[in-house]
């Protein structure tokens, strides 16, 4: 009962002190430098001028090598084995099953997981739930197959270990999954951003009010969640929404609190370090971007230094009124391979899906396309109204956007209206950005 009412998953590693937060993490780095050096060929070369003792202080960071996806699809063509190549950390005896990257940006990235490494990231993710407010007796349904792919097979096993239930909602159409957790009165849901709009879509459509199902939370993954996309799933749902960050090979390393100012760093389980944008060598201020690197302290079967996530985000500062002591993130911006330059200038999609919902709830669907015409680059929007909307109504809508977008952008669209349910709707990762050039 004590455990219920906590404000903390773990009480003790959430308040540590800033000094044992670095001690605890130094400690741990010191160990998975030496376990990664004895038993992959990856780290064998690349640390080879690295002794894991000398790592006494955080400047000692500063000398180990950055790690790109690139970097681990070349390792796992390696002798090593046949799947995860030469960066499998423990005996291919010990894996008990593999997660993988969805391959959206190329080859994916196979992730393997043993008894050690596995109960660590539904450790991490105990600790995203519980700071969204899931707990024990919440019944938590999961509108997904969730196939190899790894958040919701978090998501579902901390769930378990948080002591709710569990509904997994895979194989069955929208309609299905909504009359399912009506049936179960589930209390929480775990969902991408863009299907829990299609969901309260197509539970207006059956003429139900999605506020009224019940639901008193959601977590969302699998693709970013712009604030405007948070407030509007909580006013479509009438529920709180929180965000968390991560990725399928260094876990989710970051989630928001009660207090929905940013994210925490999942300190000491992490190691993130937030580098400036040009050389990737300074840690920026509070308040500047930067690129996350981060590296996760509990992967033995993965073992994982200072990745570089390509997650642009805004630092922040240490401690919060929810009284964790992590350092946090102000925002999550983008990713630094969304980062496009049209006309010379810098574009990232989000800030298209930002201005979208926050500024234009007629607008459902949307995509963006870029092409080449010509000499010039091109930059175009087409999108769905939710309701069919008359000539004028259309006209000044039209209107309003392009001008929005241009000062939000500084890009001139073109604007491209098609009728309602035309463009293609996404489950687990949408992807609503075309580069055609
Ligand atoms: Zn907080």
Redesign the pocket.
């Known amino acids: 009962m004590e455990k219920t009412t906590s404000r903390f998953w773990n009480p003790f590693t959430e308040t540590l002190s800033r000094e044992n937060i670095r001690t605890v993490q130094l400690k741990n780095l010191r160990s998975l430098l030496g376990h990664a050096k004895s038993t992959t060929a990856f780290y064998e070369n690349s640390l080879a001028d690295i002794d894991p003792r000398d790592v006494s202080g955080w400047e000692d960071l500063k000398r180990l090598p950055l790690v790109e996806k690139k970097d681990l699809r070349k390792a796992q063509e390696g002798v090593g084995h046949f799947l995860f190549g030469d960066l499998l950390g423990v005996p291919p005896e010990e894996v008990t099953h593999f997660r993988q990257t969805s391959g959206t940006t190329g080859k994916p990235v196979y992730v393997p997981e043993s008894w050690e490494s596995w109960p660590w990231r539904v450790e991490i993710w105990c600790h995203i739930l519980w700071?969204a407010g899931f707990r024990p007796g919440d019944r938590v349904f999961l509108p997904f197959g969730y196939n190899v792919y790894v958040a919701f097979w978090e998501g579902h096993y901390a769930s378990e270990k948080l002591g709710c239930t569990v509904i997994p909602g895979g194989a069955l159409s929208t309609r299905g999954r909504i009359e399912k957790l009506q049936e179960v009165r589930a209390t929480a849901l775990l969902n991408t951003p863009t299907y829990g709009i299609h969901m309260a879509e197509v539970a207006a459509e059956m003429g139900l009010a999605p506020r009224e199902l019940g639901i008193r939370k959601m977590v969302c993954a699998g693709e970013p969640l712009p604030p405007a996309t948070r407030s509007l799933l909580e006013e479509l749902w009438g529920c709180d929404v929180y965000n968390h960050i991560g990725g399928t090979e260094p876990c989710a390393w970051g989630a928001m609190?009660?207090?929905k100012?940013g994210l925490?760093l999942l300190e000491p389980y992490f190691i993130v370090e937030i580098l400036d944008l040009e050389t990737k060598t300074r840690e920026v201020d509070e308040g500047e971007l930067g690129v996350a690197v981060v590296t996760p302290l509990g992967r033995r079967s993965f073992p994982m230094i200072r990745f570089n996530t390509k997650d642009i985000v805004r630092k922040g500062r240490a401690g919060?009124?929810?009284?964790?002591t992590s350092m946090?993130v102000q925002e999550v911006v983008g990713r630094d391979d969304d980062l496009r330059k049209i006309r010379g200038v810098l574009f990232t999609p989000v800030a298209v899906e930002e201005l979208l919902r926050g500024e234009f709830p007629e607008v459902g669907e949307f995509r963006i396309e870029i092409e080449r015409k010509g000499a010039m680059d091109s930059i175009g929007l087409r999108f769905e109204t939710r309701e069919i909307l008359g000539s004028s109504d259309m006209k000044r809508l039209t209107s309003r956007l392009a001008s929005r977008l241009k000062v939000k952008t500084n890009l001139s669209f073109d604007l491209d209206h098609v009728e309602p349910g035309v463009l293609e709707r996404f489950e687990l990762k949408a992807k609503r950005c075309v580069d055609l050039r």
Not at 320 to 324: A, L, Q, S
Request: overall charge neutral.
């Open positions: 700071m609190c009660p207090a100012e925490h919060c009124d929810c009284g964790r946090k």
